[in-house]
Structures are given as structure tokens and as C-alpha cells.
């Protein structure tokens, strides 16, 4: 395979995530505080709590527009914009005869769907770590498809998993 088929594969680009042990699992440098504000891993630290991100996950309800890649394309874009994150890469693919998968890349995280526009549902996922603000995505999405409805429900990513790592 030649090196820029590889490049496009995403093999061999510096990611700052390639020090890892010999498992394949990330090396841990167990002198650093978790809690200490000036670490620079995008954990987020809220109300005496940490944990790796926020996912949202977002119901689409009575929507227009869930059969329409340009539409949930820019809907990305708009929650990339709004949230204060960095869009990588977008991919998105229409089935037939109806609905629509795809997700945003970004440096945070990403944002995904699957869409049934038969019943106007559209299944968001919105997971950001860092200083992005996912809660801001919830009025994008509902302004973007007219939805008559919109459910949130809010997982802090890794929290038991940072405090499991601290007590140890």
C-alpha cells in the first residue's frame, strides 16, 4: 500500500496518542493529579467532579428534514460551530428509500445519528470532552429539523473510571 494511501487511512499520523505499552493499553503516569487544573488532558472538571466528556444523547422527534444528508451535514456544522469544537471529518451515507447515518469527527469527540424520517425521529449522539459546550447542540438540532420534540439524556463519560484511578 502505497504512503498515501496510508496517510488517507490515518496510519502513521501523529496523533499524540501513540505511547502506549506493549498491551496496546495507554501508558499511565500515576505522579500526576487528575484533579490538577493545569493538566493538559481534556478531562473535564465540574463541581468537584472529572471525567472524560459529555455525551448527550439527543431524540429527535417530529422532525423534517431527517431524509436530507446536506441538512444533517450542516446541522454538524452548525453544532461544531455553536459548541466550540473542531470538525475533523464528516461522513454521512443516505439509504434507500429512506434515512440517513452519519457522524462528525471531531478533535472532542463526535457527533453521530441515524435517521427514520418515515416517523420524523432522528437518534443524535453528542459526545465533547475539553472546553466544547455540547448543550449548546440541543437548539441547533431542534431549529435545523423543526422538531416538535426534542429528548436529552446526559452521561458523564469515564467518571467512575477517573475516580476508580485517583482511589487506587
Given amino acids: 500500500m502505497s504512503d498515501a494511501n496510508l496517510f488517507r487511512l490515518g496510519i502513521g499520523l501523529e496523533t499524540g496518542a501513540h505511547a502506549e505499552d506493549h498491551h496496546g493499553h495507554p501508558a499511565v503516569d500515576a505522579t500526576r493529579d487528575v484533579f490538577d487544573a493545569a493538566r493538559d488532558d481534556h478531562f473535564i472538571r465540574r463541581e468537584g467532579r472529572i471525567f472524560a466528556g459529555t455525551h448527550l444523547i439527543i431524540e429527535v422527534v417530529d422532525g423534517d428534514g431527517l431524509d436530507d444528508e446536506d441538512r444533517i451535514q450542516k446541522a454538524f456544522?452548525?453544532?461544531?460551530?455553536?459548541?466550540?469544537?473542531?470538525l475533523l471529518h464528516i461522513h454521512t451515507h443516505k439509504f434507500s428509500p429512506q434515512g440517513v447515518s452519519?457522524?462528525?469527527?471531531?478533535?472532542?469527540?463526535?457527533?453521530?445519528?441515524?435517521?427514520?424520517?418515515?416517523i420524523g425521529y432522528g437518534a443524535f449522539d453528542v459526545f465533547m470532552c475539553g472546553d466544547a459546550e455540547?448543550?449548546?447542540?440541543?437548539?441547533?438540532?431542534?431549529?435545523?429539523?423543526?422538531?416538535?420534540?426534542?429528548?436529552?439524556?446526559?452521561?458523564?463519560?469515564g467518571e467512575d473510571v477517573v475516580a476508580a484511578r485517583v482511589a487506587a
Avoid: M, N, Y
Avoid at 77 to 84: L, Y
Avoid at 134 to 157: H, N, Q, S, T
Fill in 134 to 157: 455540547p448543550w449548546r447542540a440541543v437548539e441547533v438540532l431542534r431549529a435545523a429539523f423543526d422538531a416538535g420534540d426534542v429528548r436529552v439524556k446526559e452521561l458523564l463519560r
Fill in 77 to 86: 456544522r452548525d453544532c461544531v460551530d455553536e459548541c466550540g469544537a473542531t
Fill in 102 to 118: 452519519g457522524v462528525a469527527v471531531l478533535a472532542e469527540s463526535h457527533i453521530s445519528v441515524h435517521t427514520w424520517p418515515e
